[in-house]
């Protein structure tokens, strides 16, 4: 038998069959463990190196400095700050020579092959270790070119953010580079100190962060968006009172053109024309947000303006911290004069703004900016990355989009109701929101820079993975609060997987993932990934074509991965070789018989597809059944005896087969409740440990004709997200069976 701890420090131990508080631990210790801290806004410098749509830094700098000449050197640096230890693949794709230094040691040169052939690529694996890392590339220019493009593999999933090195750019993000020079300055000498003055090393590092002289003197409107009289645009700042009580407010200033000027929320000053002004406001204790709309005038563009109190200077700072920034004003404009925004819509940083009534594109929208030359205010998940090992890092979860995490969205939904506990699900539905009010910016984002800093997999939607699990965590949580922003991200979902997901001929979702390990291939996994939105987004939209395309796909992905013999899925059928791998995968298979209980749960009783798939649930409990241990769990591979007992798909089948004996599916009730009951006993004595970690779990999987790869080569991730939401899942679910049985007319549906 598998052991993950002594049984002593399992939660079976302290609580024993106390479901109900095993399920707050498992909640409250994940909640505990992932604080809600959203997003990280740092200053960002467009006219810096962007990203492609693959997500690799565009490091050509034969574009950049055109009048380069063959034989001159550039440098690129930038820093990578990791929680803990993360391993990395990253990719170059080389357009001249070059030489990568990861945290000063040479870690590659390029060969004359990789400088030349056309769309060559080199893959790396970097071990970044906790704290800084230095990234740096030295470049030589040739005739065949200069520089070249370097990012992460899997770029949307495995996040590297790049922050800008140097004291004097200290936070923001980016990377710097320099202008070219005739004789390489770093050839025997050590590279630069990324925290020391760039001013050191007697370089000119771009991108610019100060105004020229001749920029500076200009109205701060005209240095940032021109003359162009008529058109407005809003400066957004706090007014940060330190004394106590209310006093009078001096705000005094000039402005070359109209100016309206709000303080929290109500108008204190309008000005038709240019002019010096002074107000007095009253002023409480703490800070109050100052927002001021300005119009072009005929020869300058801008305003002036400070506050006093008792003749001292009242400080100003930023509405919301940005990295990298001491600049006090947020600026969005130029908007056209017919733009009518009320206050409410401006002091936020969720939304993006029409330059024109007419802006329907997100090439005529804009964002706040700073008062830098180009520089832009641009949010950022910094919080938990993926590593190629699925290790848990130290920093939260909370506010990506990802499909692990869509299930434990909808296990704490679950268990916050199970429980009443409003504050769960409330944490639950702020994560998801995090992510859905952002949703319009990040499109833009992605517009502005090539690759979107946040929701990248929803943005860059290329795969089931990328939006079906949490899509339909994000309808779960419609349940609660009704939320409208949900629904254009729902709809833009369904049209992914009815319209524009590939499939095979007799309709069957399919990867292509041309050039990929995984290219022509089905996985039982992505019944997951698909089937529990669809069921969802018909539910809210009455969709008849999503529910039916449901059940299609269960039907097709069984005539291509179904052993009947043993009643059980194989993980993958593989295209390429025109059969199915023949491993069943304990989660994959869990997956599939998870998400065949949704659908049961809402396909009508007269649909055509239903007994077929009742039947095949019957089939699937059957042959899992006749697999699971004594322990009470599955094996990692469900047919091996010798490969290691395996948390989440024990889970799996815990939650499925308590729901088929609940809903009347199974034709063998008594036998399904006890394999149930069984499942949870051994998860609670030997996967949760007292405080409510999860261990046990695999991590995420490719695949193999092996099983030799699922045994050996996908070790299990205590506390991995995929198995901490299926826990509180197969909990809550256990608890409503325990009720059933005791009361089987009264507890019939979630």
């Not at 039947?615 to 004594?630: I, K, P, R, V």
Request: with cysteine; hydrophobic share 40%; proline share 4%.
């Amino acid at each position: 038998m598998t052991t993950y701890f002594n049984e002593q420090e399992s939660i079976k131990s302290r609580l024993g069959d106390d479901d109900n508080r095993t399920l707050k631990v498992l909640a409250d210790r994940y909640i505990g463990a992932n604080p809600p801290v959203p997003f990280a806004f740092r200053a960002f410098y467009r006219s810096g190196v962007l990203q492609n749509e693959d997500g690799m830094f565009d490091l050509n700098l034969g574009r950049k400095f055109p009048e380069a000449r063959p034989g001159q050197f550039s440098y690129a640096y930038g820093l990578v700050w990791s929680d803990g230890e993360r391993n990395l693949d990253v990719l170059f794709r080389c357009l001249g020579p070059i030489e990568f230094y990861f945290n000063d040691e040479r870690a590659y040169r390029s060969n004359v092959i990789d400088e030349i052939k056309p769309d060559a690529s080199v893959k790396l694996n970097l071990n970044f270790v906790k704290g800084w890392n230095r990234l740096f590339i030295k470049a030589k220019h040739t005739a065949a070119g200069f520089g070249c493009l370097f990012g992460s593999d899997e770029a949307k999933v495995r996040i590297l953010n790049v922050l800008t090195p140097f004291a004097e750019r200290q936070g923001q993000a980016g990377w710097v580079y320099s202008e070219p020079t005739d004789t390489d300055v770093f050839e025997g000498s050590p590279l630069p100190n990324g925290l020391a003055s760039e001013k050191a090393y007697g370089l000119r590092w771009l991108p610019t962060c100060e105004w020229s002289e001749s920029e500076f003197v200009k109205l701060v409107c005209e240095r940032l968006f021109g003359l162009q009289p008529g058109k407005q645009a809003y400066a957004w700042t706090k007014l940060n009172k330190v004394s106590s009580g209310e006093e009078s407010c001096l705000l005094k200033g000039h402005t070359a053109g109209p100016l309206t000027v709000w303080l929290d929320g109500k108008q204190v000053l309008e000005l038709a024309e240019e002019g010096s002004f002074q107000v007095e406001v009253p002023l409480s204790f703490g800070k109050h947000d100052l927002l001021i709309r300005s119009i072009c005038g005929s020869h300058a563009w801008g305003f002036t303006l400070h506050a006093y109190v008792r003749g001292e200077v009242v400080p100003l700072s930023a509405p919301q911290k940005v990295h990298g920034s001491a600049e006090p004003w947020f600026y969005v404009g130029p908007l056209d004069s017919s733009i009518e925004l009320a206050y409410e819509e401006l002091i936020r940083t969720d939304r993006i703004y029409a330059k024109g009534s007419e802006s329907d594109a997100a090439g005529d929208k804009t964002y706040w900016q700073l008062d830098r030359p180009d520089a832009w205010i641009r949010p950022y998940y910094e919080n938990a990355m993926l590593s190629n090992k699925w290790t848990v890092g130290n920093v939260t979860n909370y506010a990506r989009w990802d499909y692990p995490l869509g299930v434990t969205i909808y296990g704490l939904l679950q268990a916050g109701r199970l429980l009443e506990r409003s504050d769960i699900i409330g944490y639950a539905l702020d994560h998801v929101q995090s992510c859905t009010d952002m949703f319009e910016y990040s499109l833009w984002d992605r517009e502005k820079y090539g690759f979107p800093a946040i929701n990248q997999q929803l943005v860059m939607m290329k795969m089931l993975d990328n939006c079906g699990s949490f899509g339909s965590a994000m309808l779960e949580a419609y349940q609660e609060d009704k939320d409208p922003g949900f629904l254009p991200i729902a709809q833009r979902i369904a049209d992914f997987i009815l319209v524009r997901l590939e499939r095979k001929g007799d309709g069957a979702f399919y990867r292509i993932c041309q050039d990929e390990y995984s290219e022509n291939t089905m996985w039982a996994d992505d019944l997951y990934m698909s089937t529990p939105f669809l069921c969802r987004y018909a539910g809210i939209t009455g969709s008849s074509e999503a529910l039916d395309e449901a059940a299609k796909q269960f039907l097709l992905f069984r005539k291509y991965l179904y052993m009947p013999d043993q009643r059980i899925m194989s993980h993958v059928f593989d295209f390429k070789y025109g059969m199915a791998t023949g491993i069943p995968w304990g989660r994959g298979n869990g997956w599939t018989l998870f998400s065949l209980t949704e659908v049961l749960e809402v396909l009508p009783e007269e649909h055509e597809a239903r007994p077929e798939l009742v039947h095949f649930f019957n089939e699937l409990c059957a042959g899992y059944a006749d697999l699971q241990a004594e322990s009470g769990l599955w094996h990692q591979v469900l047919n091996d005896p010798d490969a290691y007992q395996e948390a989440s798909c024990t889970a799996m089948f815990a939650y499925a087969f308590a729901r088929g004996v609940r809903f009347g599916w199974l034709e063998q009730p008594d036998r399904f409740i006890n394999a149930s009951l069984k499942a949870w006993d051994g998860l609670t004595r030997l996967a949760i440990d007292a405080q409510g970690n999860v261990h046990g779990v695999c991590s995420g999987s490719r695949y193999a004709f092996t099983a030799d790869y699922y045994k050996k080569d996908l070790l299990t991730v205590t506390n991995d997200n995929h198995g901490v939401g299926i826990m509180m899942l197969a909990g809550s679910e256990v608890v409503k069976l325990k009720r059933w049985l005791s009361h089987p007319l009264e507890v019939m549906h979630k």
